[in-house]
């Protein structure tokens, strides 16, 4: 296979981008971020994009992939719901839209969270337009869209949050994430896992489009 990832450089991304390249079934990996990923594999290529939204200027770049794994998320703290659905609705549909063009039989996995409302009516912000977002990815004509809906995640092999609350929420959570796991399977999954299944629906595809934690870890 071929992937493309978008937001490698985040904690889920980090994970995803390791477990790509210890891949024999993945040939080749193009990472489209805003900032340089220090890198370096034979199978790994970048483009640094500081506009995402610009996306679709890359063109013939994007052609000949069969996924694309995008974890790109920001939080929503401290910001107006306009602002979000352009960073987290906008930013995704034109990203997947400018992939589908070049890209018809493309399986499109998106990282979304536990609690997401797919109604898109609800009172959280956040879960709303996250639905918004996932609804619109699966009207897609993809060859195949899986939602990600992981709840705790705990990093492994190295990959940390850029953010440095969860980098200091992590730490505090360091030493009962692992038996918080064992206990309650259906909350907590890994970066490894996550990472793991995505090849896993790319590859084989699921039988449901929105997966939660449990369905994370199975796969």
Excluded at 36 to 64: S, Y
Excluded at 89 to 103: D, G, M, P, V
Excluded at 117 to 135: F, I, L, Q
């Amino acid at each position: 296979m071929k992937i493309i990832l978008i937001g490698a450089s985040g904690m889920v991304g980090q994970g995803i981008l390791r477990e790509c390249l210890l891949d024999d079934g993945v040939q080749k990996v193009l990472s489209i971020a805003r900032s340089a990923i220090g890198c370096v594999h034979a199978k790994f290529t970048q483009i640094v994009l500081t506009d995402l939204m610009r996306i679709g200027d890359l063109d013939h770049a994007l052609e000949g992939y069969d996924a694309c794994f995008d974890s790109l998320g920001a939080s929503s703290a401290g910001m107006s719901e306009a602002t979000y659905t352009h960073q987290t609705y906008e930013l995704t549909l034109t990203i997947a839209k400018s992939l589908l063009l070049h890209n018809t039989g493309m399986t499109f996995v998106y990282v979304s969270g536990a609690g997401t409302d797919s109604s898109e009516r609800g009172r959280v912000m956040w879960a709303r337009v996250k639905g918004r977002t996932e609804n619109a990815l699966l009207a897609l004509p993809f060859k195949a869209a899986y939602m990600f809906r992981p709840a705790l995640i705990q990093p492994l092999n190295g990959a940390r949050s850029k953010t440095p609350a969860y980098r200091a929420l992590y730490a505090l959570l360091a030493p009962i994430i692992t038996p918080l796991k064992r206990w309650w399977p259906q909350y907590v999954t890994t970066t490894e896992q996550i990472a793991r299944a995505m090849l896993r629906v790319a590859r084989d595809g699921a039988s449901k489009n929105i997966l939660e934690t449990s369905d994370i870890n199975a796969l």
